[in-house]
């Protein structure tokens, strides 16, 4: 399908989960949908990320199962928890029926291919996005809704949408300030091994090492803990081990954020966890370990000014408690194919029509994003009584305010936002 010069533009600012299930959702009749990309999208970061079931249901809407099954999808069935001792001590299960469609794992790499295939895909209704890659975007003028790259070349959108992630460019001419992203005091070892390598480890339990049903494990201690089950079919296991930054046995503060870890220094910090989960951590290559310091967002002030917003991590990057974070930007996507779906977004009356759409947005997506922020937060609290095995983390605490979204419209329609109470956001 051919662009035509009378096409309503939409740019968007960076090819990641979120600027992919916009370039999809945003794809019709009479629209010309351009995706830039800084990296040339060789490889994506190898890690298991999860769409929880407020995300999976906009998939299916969408059409999108078909792609994704390609992405070798492992439906995760619950939550187990263990103690510093390595004692069962709760088991949170997930069923369809709870919400309306699964909590679902996937290798990063894996979902954003995914994604791509199905953003240029001559089978779905439009014209397919235009994906330029090693386009750094330098400069963002929110009022003309033009973006500058760093070869000097203008573009010019209808829309510009900024899905450039927690560095983002975009964020600080929408905001006419540098809102830099906060340390959050905790950072995070991340593994992917093969799970069959776990299988002969002594002592794991049954439920950690069986890919089928998948579950996701979390052992806690003190103020750290572990996250970690199986994706890409049940061939990889993922782990997350969270550190507060005092208790580091290495310095994780880097300008890249993202470095190699130090399995030594990995096996020091978790000294007092259970011998089997060392054993695994043990089990994974020297060069197969990455150490980031966790950053988010405080929310901001506003995501829009006049046909600019910014989205996804840009607008409310988030800790990985909650397992949200890609969640809450094809929930952004979703937002954004509703109200503008509703105008007339073609030639100048187009235009306005698309700032009153970008205003809905916000007003539907603004407070729900905010609570799940705090609701991340909250998660990174010391889960475990210092100085006893006591869990008092409880994974299943927020699940029914996440995951039984429906979409942005109903959301309003709904009252739901102004159902939760002050006690729920308490820090």
């Known amino acids: 399908m051919d662009r035509q010069d009378g096409d309503f533009r939409v ?20 629209r010309s949908v351009t995706v830039l990309e800084r990296s040339r999208m060789l490889r994506e970061t190898g890690a298991l990320i999860s769409l929880q079931p407020n995300a999976s249901k906009i998939i299916t809407r969408w059409g999108l199962d078909p792609f994704l099954a390609a992405a070798e999808p492992q439906i995760d069935r619950g939550f187990r928890l263990y103690d510093v001792a390595g004692n069962l001590v709760r088991e949170v299960p997930l069923r369809t029926d709870q919400f309306g469609a699964d909590r679902v794992l996937y290798h990063r790499q894996d979902l954003h291919s995914a994604l791509r295939s199905a953003a240029v895909s001559q089978d ?23 973006v500058t790259l760093a070869s000097g070349e203008v573009l010019q959108g209808d829309l ?10 975009v964020r600080a001419a929408v905001l006419g300030e540098t809102r830099q992203a906060i340390p959050t005091g905790i950072s995070a070892y991340r593994i992917l091994i093969p799970t069959q390598s776990i299988q002969g480890i002594e002592g794991v339990p049954d439920g950690v090492k069986t890919p089928e049903p ?10 750290k803990r572990v996250i970690m089950g199986p994706g890409r079919g049940g061939k990889l296991f993922g782990i997350v081990a969270l550190v507060p930054d005092e208790q580091m046995a290495e310095e994780s503060r880097d300008d890249s954020w993202v470095k190699p870890g130090s399995k030594a220094k990995l096996l020091e910090a978790f000294a007092d966890f259970p011998a089997w989960l060392r054993a695994i951590f043990d089990s994974a290559p020297e ?4 150490l980031w310091q966790l950053r988010d967002l405080d929310p901001l002030p506003t995501w829009i000014r006049r046909r600019t917003i910014i989205i996804g991590d840009a607008a409310h990057a988030m800790l990985p408690t909650q397992g949200q974070g890609a969640s809450q930007s094809i929930e952004d996507a979703e937002a954004l194919q509703a109200f503008l779906d509703d105008m007339n977004i073609r030639g100048r009356e187009g235009r306005g029509g698309a700032q009153r759409a970008l205003e809905k947005v916000f007003e539907a997506r603004y ?13 990174a609290k010391p889960g475990a009584e210092k100085g006893s095995n006591r869990v008092s983390l409880d994974p299943g605490q927020f699940l029914k305010y996440n995951c039984e979204y429906e979409g942005a419209v109903a959301w309003l329609r709904s009252g739901t936002r102004r159902e939760t109470t002050s006690s729920e956001v308490a820090a």
């Open 287 to 290: 060069d197969g370990i990455g």
């Open 214 to 223: 998948a579950t996701t494990t979390m052992v806690i201690g003190n103020d």
């Open 124 to 146: 779905r209704p439009g014209a397919p996005a235009d994906i330029r890659t090693a386009c750094d975007v330098v400069r963002c003028d929110p009022d003309a809704a033009t």
């Open 160 to 169: 510009v949408i900024g899905a450039d992630g927690i560095k983002s460019t």
């Open 11 to 30: 740019v968007i600012v960076g090819g990641g989960i979120a600027g992919l299930a916009t370039a999809i959702a945003l794809r019709g009749p009479g």
């Open 367 to 379: 407070e729900r994003v905010s609570l799940i922020q705090s609701y991340s937060r909250q998660q």
